[in-house]
């Protein structure tokens, strides 16, 4: 997956295999294990898979945060 961002003017990115997310921010994680990174929430554009990667929803369609039908 890529983690976009923008520290200034110009959008950066990190190739990672995982990331975990805390209450600042995130931090990117190679194949290893690895921390490769850290990037904060404010600076944070989003996070992309990359192609092979991406998850198929059984109805096509991607959940929306805080529509929870189960509940």
Known sequence: MKVIFKPG?????????????????IV????????IGYVPHEILSHIEPHSGEEVVFEDGEKPVPGNDEDE
């Open 28 to 35: 990117p994680h190679n194949e290893e294990g690895y921390n």
């Open 9 to 25: 003017n110009a959008d950066e990115e990190i190739n990672c295999v995982d990331f975990r997310e805390y209450e600042q921010g």
